[in-house]
Structure formats: structure tokens, C-alpha cells
């Protein structure tokens, strides 16, 4: 970003400065909007409904750090999962199927027209547990502790 501003407000549009203060939603998914005071927040917040929400104050960054990492990697010491690994990890975890029978079934039966075997459920449940064992190497890799669906590819 380069420019005389940072950011502009998520709902009146008013630049908010370098360095400046400005309100971020303490909800997740809504993160990515700034606020450039409590009123534009309680704006935000009276049309997504939020059951239970606060504006936090936040400092817009400076100027001249705007080239910098905007991410703090962190590194664990606990082993990480490999490809080497994956068999190992699920020697402890129970390997309960994943699946909603009934729910696939319903859904095979009303798309497709078909049945669906009692297999398919292991099988299923085997092929999810390879892709979460896969998204939790990239969210590792990334210094995070949350499983975030960029992780599947």
C-alpha cells in the first residue's frame, strides 16, 4: 500500500492516517474492514447482527513500515506432521468414520440415483483424514495453530 492514507473506513469511506487509532471488529470473518471511529463500528455491526461483539481499538501501522513483514511466524518444537509421519500420528487417534452416513446417502440417492455401500464411509473418512493431515502440514508450515480452509488445496 502507498499512498497519503492506510486504510479507509469500512463504512463512511474517511481515510484513516499512518499511525493513526482506528476500530477493528472483534469477530473474525470481519476483520479485514477498519473502522475509523466507534459509531462507523456500531454502523458495521447493527447490519451483520452480531450476537456478541466489541469494537477493539487498533494502531493503523507507520508509513515507513509498511514494507515489513506483517507476519510474526512462529515456530513449534513439537514435531510436525510429514509424510513420513501421518501413519505414526494416527496409531493414538481412534479412526471413527468422519462421515454422516445418512446425509451422503441422501445426498448420493437424491443426485445421483444411487445406493451407497457401508464401505464408502470408511473410505471417505480415510480420504478426509489424508487432506486434514495435509492442511495441518501448510498451517504448521505457516507458524499457525488454526486449520483454515486455504490450507486445502
Known amino acids: 500500500m502507498s499512498g497519503a492514507y492506510w486504510r479507509k473506513c469500512g463504512t463512511c469511506k474517511k481515510e484513516i492516517n499512518w499511525g493513526s487509532t482506528y476500530q477493528q471488529c472483534s469477530v473474525s470473518s470481519c476483520r479485514k474492514f477498519a473502522y475509523c471511529s466507534v459509531d462507523c463500528w456500531a454502523v458495521h455491526d447493527s447490519v451483520m447482527g452480531h450476537m456478541s461483539a466489541a469494537a477493539t481499538e487498533e494502531r493503523a501501522p507507520n508509513k515507513d513500515s509498511e514494507n515489513?513483514?506483517?507476519?510474526?511466524?512462529?515456530?513449534?518444537?513439537?514435531?510436525?506432521?510429514?509424510?513420513?509421519?501421518?501413519?505414526?500420528?494416527?496409531?493414538?487417534?481412534?479412526?471413527?468414520?468422519?462421515?454422516?452416513?445418512?446425509?451422503?446417502?441422501?445426498?448420493?440417492?437424491?443426485?445421483?440415483?444411487?445406493?451407497?455401500?457401508?464401505?464408502?464411509?470408511?473410505?471417505?473418512?480415510?480420504?478426509v483424514r489424508d487432506l486434514v493431515d495435509e492442511a495441518v502440514i501448510r498451517a504448521r508450515q505457516e507458524g499457525r495453530k488454526t486449520l483454515m480452509d486455504r490450507d486445502f488445496l
Do not use: F, Q
Not at 494416527?90 to 455401500?117: E, F
Open 68 to 127: 515489513a513483514p506483517r507476519r510474526r511466524l512462529i515456530v513449534s518444537n513439537s514435531p510436525s506432521l510429514s509424510s513420513n509421519s501421518v501413519g505414526e500420528t494416527r496409531a493414538g487417534v481412534d479412526l471413527d468414520v468422519l462421515i454422516v452416513a445418512s446425509k451422503l446417502k441422501k445426498y448420493v440417492k437424491d443426485r445421483h440415483d444411487l445406493n451407497t455401500s457401508g464401505n464408502v464411509m470408511d473410505r471417505l473418512s480415510e480420504l
